[in-house]
């Protein structure tokens, strides 16, 4: 008898020992997925997506311990999305994380009415139809947005401000984003006059174009240019190579100041957006509907000015306007 209960013993516990890899993977299987869809490429976006993860972390969630996380880098290459998208949607996962483009957010809202998303746009959300309201985003959808277009008459006071001698000025726009570059053309009409500037419209949506872009301001007379769309955010060394090839002081927002050859940048502190759009992703996992969620607008903004710039341009920058900047580069 005693021999028999040995057996039975052991053979229960080989049981339980060849079921354990059984157990981890369906422990593996629940663990909640979010997809994450961008425009851009991994190397682009690092300052962002440590901003996701700190507010995933809020939220109680890591990443590889308690939720898994299937990243799409379309690399700037557009026309990548609609696969990225497709591949998303059929893996099912709980929430997809997408942004960089708006048509990429249109594209991803049209392909599943099941799956919630949360967007980051640096548009007006309702503008482009993204939401019904801020309030109240209605569907399966909610997000977060920088709302940069909407910063173009505080970019022309600063440039004011600064290079005061400055009347005429280049607005650089992505016609492949028209609400943006639209309400980047109202925000000039409606403060360049107040502030008794002229300006000239400019447009690139490839990097020849941007390239030709400058030289046009350049030969139309523009001692500045003005840009805030995430195309050029991502070629950030290329537009400051231009700007001090050319001569020409630039303003942007997304924190473009931090990088040689742009002299000023003003806008929201993007990766805090994007701690705010991880938090709501923790949110949403753990049931919250994302309809039901307002989405969020920046409560935090920042002035950069680039001292590197100024100098390589023979600018002089006063230091009552460098006390009231949030960072100089020096």
Not at 89 to 116: D, E, F, H, M, Y
Not at 250 to 272: H, N
Request: net charge neutral; charged share 20%.
């Amino acid at each position: 008898m005693a021999t028999y209960i040995r057996r039975r013993e052991l053979i229960s516990t080989l049981c339980g020992a060849a079921a354990w890899p059984l157990v981890a993977r369906a422990q593996q299987r629940q663990m909640p997925v979010i997809g994450v869809l961008y425009s851009v490429s991994a190397a682009q976006w690092t300052e962002q997506m440590a901003g996701f993860h700190q507010g995933l972390r809020e939220s109680g969630y890591v990443a590889g311990r308690n939720v898994a996380i299937e990243y799409r880098w379309a690399d700037n290459q557009i026309d990548r999305l609609p696969a990225m998208i497709a591949d998303l949607v059929g893996r099912k996962v709980g929430v997809i994380l997408v942004g960089g483009n708006v048509s990429g957010v249109r594209a991803t809202i049209a392909a599943t009415q099941s799956i919630p998303i949360v967007f980051t746009t640096a548009t007006d959300p309702v503008a482009t139809g993204l939401v019904r309201s801020l309030n109240h985003p209605g569907s399966n959808v909610t997000g977060a947005t920088f709302m940069g277009d909407q910063l173009g008459p505080k970019h022309l006071e600063l440039l004011h401000e600064v290079l005061p001698a400055v009347t005429r000025f280049a607005v650089l726009v992505n016609p492949e984003n028209p609400v943006t570059s639209r309400d980047a053309i109202q925000a000039a009409e409606a403060a360049a006059p107040r502030l008794g500037l002229e300006f000239i419209i400019v447009r690139a949506a490839a990097d020849s174009e941007t390239e030709t872009a400058f030289t046009t301001a350049v030969r139309e007379h523009a001692a500045a240019i003005t840009m805030n769309d995430a195309f050029f955010a991502n070629r950030r060394e290329q537009i400051g190579a231009l700007g001090l090839r050319h001569m020409l002081p630039v303003i942007a927002g997304e924190q473009m100041a931090l990088t040689t050859g742009v002299l000023m940048s003003y806008g929201a502190k993007i990766p805090d957006t994007y701690r705010q759009a991880g938090i709501y992703v923790g949110r949403i996992l753990k049931g919250e509907k994302p309809g039901e969620l307002p989405v969020l607008q920046p409560t935090k903004f920042e002035l950069i000015v680039n001292l590197k710039t100024a100098k390589a341009l023979g600018l002089k920058i006063a230091e009552t306007f460098l006390v009231r900047a949030d960072e100089v580069v020096e």
